[in-house]
């Protein structure tokens, strides 16, 4: 499963520059960077530490779960939309 995309639009949902994110997470920018262009391998920790910061555990669960990444993509990219209709 590419994690990548499903990161980005973790953070992008919840607002945050990669700056902001790698702030609150307390690693690089370029950490934040890699992590999301798939070029750093994700663990669990950075993983669950990265839905608390963007609020988004449902992904996280989604992920552990075996749903696929374009699925959960889609989820989290119709929520932004559904939002900003609000």
Not at 1 to 18: D, F, H, N, P
Not at 33 to 39: F, I, M, Q, T
Not at 43 to 50: A, F, H, N, Q
């Amino acid at each position: 499963m590419e994690y990548g995309a499903i990161l980005k639009a973790c953070r992008v949902r919840s607002k945050l520059t990669q700056s902001q994110l790698a702030e609150k997470l307390h690693i690089a920018r370029s950490c934040v960077s890699k992590l999301e262009s798939g070029k750093k391998l994700l663990d669990v920790p950075t993983l669950v530490k990265w839905a608390e910061a963007t609020s988004s555990r449902e992904v996280v669960v989604a992920c552990l779960y075996g749903l696929d990444g374009l699925s959960i993509i889609q989820n989290v990219l119709g929520m932004m939309f559904t939002f900003w209709l609000l």
